[in-house]
């Protein structure tokens, strides 16, 4: 019963914004929006995450579309270390479990 | 700031056998997970300490699993007796309150068993 559901895997040119689509159409009101990524042999690193706005940090921004059901990360010049799997998950602030689903598995390429 | 950290790193040993992993939350951290990863299932959520009692250890799969957090600084996960399909890697990861999405993760234990 997968809240969210992300391309399987994509491919991005070394220093272009990377954008990586998710959809939560069944998302409810006090869910929020998580993103977390794995690099390989490594365990997942949290990266960002949102209720309504948009949201920017040093390592990425999330776009939320404005009846929360689909959102993007987007990695603005991605590097070849952002070679990971990327994890987009719905939770609640109270005591929510992380659900980790198959994530989107992004290649960036000299 | 060290970060999580598990011990052993890699571990291999053989059906019938205990396996106890180890795990050192971030100093402050109130809150306290173990998941286990495999190519089938994936990441799954094993259990989840806050202020060191367990509080929802609904993820662990069978009577062969226990964990414990005798203090705020120290958490263990053993497995006894171990079965071939208990390989995975099992991470660790804490977090500075229960509702808090915002966990950091341990490098993780590869167990192997034989």
């Known amino acids: 019963d997968a809240k969210t559901t992300q391309p399987t895997s994509m491919d991005c040119a070394e220093g272009r914004a990377a954008n990586l689509p998710c959809n939560h159409s069944t998302i409810s009101g006090n869910e929020y929006v998580y993103w977390y990524r794995q690099i390989h042999s490594q365990g997942p690193q949290y990266i960002i995450h949102?209720?309504?706005n948009n949201e920017t940090n040093e390592m990425a921004s999330l776009i939320i579309t404005e009846d929360r059901k689909s959102s993007t990360l987007i990695l603005p010049h991605a590097t070849l270390r952002d070679t990971a799997v990327y994890y987009c998950i719905v939770r609640e602030n109270s005591w929510g479990k992380l659900q980790f689903g198959a994530g989107t598995q992004v290649v960036v390429t000299p | 700031d060290a970060g999580v950290i598990q011990s052993p790193r890699h571990e291999v040993t053989e059906m019938g056998q205990e396996v106890t992993l180890r795990c050192k939350p971030i100093?402050?951290?109130?809150?306290l997970f173990w998941y286990r990863q495999t190519m089938m299932r994936g990441l799954e959520l094993l259990i989840y300490?806050?202020?060191?009692?367990?509080?929802?250890d609904s993820g662990m799969p069978e009577d062969r699993f226990s964990a414990k957090m005798p203090n705020a600084s120290f958490s263990t996960l053993k497995i006894q007796p171990s079965e071939p399909r208990d390989s995975a890697v099992y991470f660790c990861a804490s977090s500075s309150t229960p509702t808090t999405g915002e966990q950091f993760f341990g490098p993780g234990t590869r167990l192997t068993v034989l």
């Open positions: 949102g209720l309504k």
């Open positions: 100093s402050g951290h109130n809150s």
């Open positions: 300490f806050n202020n060191n009692v367990p509080i929802d």
